[in-house]
DNA sequence: TGCTTTCTGTATTCTGGAATACAAAATGCG
DNA sequence: CGCATTTTGTATTCCAGAATACAGAAAGCA
């Protein structure tokens, strides 16, 4: 059957995602994107079929992800709802801050992405990626809440679906934020301050 | 003398800014500047002298005009700090609503450029105006945070460079929430929840 | 050992868009 | 008017980077 891939296909797009995210679509190289995937350009291509269509790619990959880690969280019904909450600002904050360690900012294929009109015209299929994953993580989130309601850790009077954009907001905030080098333990206490209509 | 200049050096670079900060600096291209300008590309190559060149003085030009809608505010003594706050996040959605209704998301120069790593580098004066203005902006907020104290509108317990610091935070993930479609009333609940543990 | 497919490596083409070059008309001023 | 400078308009150059081409080497499998 011909000789194999040698490379994952699932870790190039890993590393594109990587390089995307931080660097945005129009600043990444493809040279800098074989470089950083371990994986010549004719091999790119081959398994590619474009720059735009790697994009995607990476894009779909990287909404898949960010789904698993945050269902994990969500999922957890060891924690309250409002440590839910908690657990999840705190990823985020910490993979701010972990990336900024390593000189640059970590950066977020959403954020990005949701930025550039010019990139969600050119693909229709970026839109309904961004859709669908904004849309599921506010369902999430909504959940979280309810049931923080309910195990009396997230305020009774809170409106679930105002929270979640709330939550989804800050995160967002956090990231721009996180750009501009403020250190770990103010970022944390940013990051709960936001919340606090919902955790009181 | 000569034969004067026909416009008006500033209102080319508001136009520009205008575009850049929609579309950002890459998916930007100089004929797309020279449309909203209203200006032949030589003549911008001549008074700017080069794509680089109108950005740095683009987004500075942005900067002072920010920075002055915001002293308005700041500095309107009739209002209360917590008042103040309130009117500068009016003013962000204000600014995102009316734009999605001309079809196109506002998007914030600031915003773009510090998540664009690439920008950043390709001249060191973006990152001090960036720096400044930041800098400024909180310093600004710090005041009112105060004012609100002493006013009694503002919880006397909030640590006002924290509270600076959330009210940014917010900002810009405002800006980010926008672009997904929220509607004008839920957005400015989202934004006055944010604040929630500054305005009790 | 063939057959097939992917890899390595380098060289080449293609292309959008930034930047330059002029020539000629326009405009203000002394 | 004559000088200086900016505009208009088009044509051209230039370049980074995306995309293609292709010739072998490598690797699996029947």
Chains 1, 2 share one sequence.
Do not use: W
Request: charged share 30%.
């Amino acid at each position: 059957m011909g000789r194999p891939r040698s490379f994952d296909e699932t870790a190039v797009l890993d590393a594109a995602a990587a390089e995307f995210r931080v660097y945005g679509f129009a600043d990444t190289s493809t040279e800098q994107l074989c470089a950083a995937a371990g994986v010549r350009r004719s091999s790119l291509y081959n398994a590619f079929i474009s720059k735009d269509e790697l994009f995607v790619r990476a894009l779909e990959r990287y909404a898949t992800v960010f789904r698993e880690r945050r269902a994990q969280v969500v999922a957890d019904v060891r924690l309250s709802g409002a440590e839910r909450l908690r657990v999840l600002m705190e990823d985020v904050v910490g993979e701010e801050c972990a990336a900024r360690e390593q000189g640059h900012a970590a950066g977020c294929m959403f954020v990005q992405t949701r930025m550039a009109p010019g990139l969600r015209e050119r693909d229709e299929r970026v839109v309904r990626i961004l859709d669908r994953d904004q849309r599921e993580f506010l369902d999430a989130l909504e959940g979280v809440i309810r049931a923080g309601r309910l195990d009396g850790s997230i305020r009774a009077d809170a409106d679930p679906h105002e929270g979640a954009l709330l939550v989804a907001t800050v995160i967002s905030g956090l990231r721009v934020t996180a750009q501009a080098g403020v250190e770990y333990g103010l970022l944390r206490r940013i990051a709960l301050n936001g919340l606090h209509s919902l955790l009181g």
